[in-house]
């Protein structure tokens, strides 16, 4: 199956500084990366996503890129806020699979 | 609120017990899946249903089963409870039975002692 690796594993940046997780995938099969976001004691929450067929996609401060060459994406928040501390969750998918393969989580600390 | 419901949201039992956790899909959607989180660890996928029937199956115990009723609803039942055991156990609901735009639960935070 499919293994998903994230790193960092922490981060910790100023408020109004860019944060950056990367995050790799093994089988060249997957088609599908979603990024979700889990504030302490809540659900995941997606925030953004991205298909194949896409280098890089945009909502606001928050950006996704593919490398599928390299078999790698990464998440961009820019303009970092307090709000955006949480645990950030890659995850990928096979085509023709029904579930998601998520990475182990990177805990984003944002310092006011 | 997100429209997917689990109950309980809290549960402490004995190891060796038998629980149920239950997960009322979002209104719409026909699939529901169910994730295992350990502390510190990423969600690991147990098990899927869409619209009854079994479609996908992960690294679920065979302790573990579960089913999908015709109202949708699910159930996840995790049977000789052990230690490792205690998790945030979420359910996910999407219209199809692809992965696309899951909608998560609130989780049940299960301990076992």
């Known amino acids: 199956g499919e293994n998903v690796e994230q790193h960092p594993s922490t981060l910790s940046v100023q408020e109004g500084d860019s944060a950056v997780i990367k995050c790799t995938y093994s089988d060249s099969a997957s088609n599908y990366f979603p990024w979700y976001k889990q504030e302490l004691g809540k659900r995941p929450q997606l925030i953004i996503d991205?298909?194949?067929?896409?280098g890089e996609k945009k909502d606001q401060r928050i950006a996704v890129t593919l490398n599928k060459t390299a078999k790698h994406f990464s998440l961009h928040i820019t303009e970092t806020q307090p709000e955006d501390s949480a645990v950030y969750f890659c995850a990928a998918s096979m085509a023709g699979a029904n579930n998601l393969f998520f990475g182990t989580g990177t805990r984003l600390t944002v310092i006011p | 609120d997100s429209g997917v419901t689990q109950t309980p949201k809290h549960l402490i039992t004995a190891t060796g017990q038998r629980v149920t956790l239950r997960c009322s899909p979002r209104s719409g959607d026909l699939s529901v899946y169910w994730y295992q989180q350990s502390l510190d660890q990423g969600l690991q996928f147990l098990i899927q249903y869409y619209n009854g029937e079994e479609r996908a199956k992960g690294n679920i115990l065979e302790r573990f089963s579960a089913q999908q009723f015709p109202d949708l609803h699910s159930e996840l039942n995790l049977s000789s409870l052990e230690l490792g055991d205690s998790a945030l156990y979420f359910c996910?609901?999407?219209?199809?039975?692809?992965?696309?735009?899951?909608?998560f639960g609130s989780g049940t935070r299960l301990t076992v002692v």
């Open positions: 996910a609901s999407s219209v199809d039975y692809g992965p696309y735009g899951y909608t």
């Open positions: 991205i298909r194949s067929n896409v």
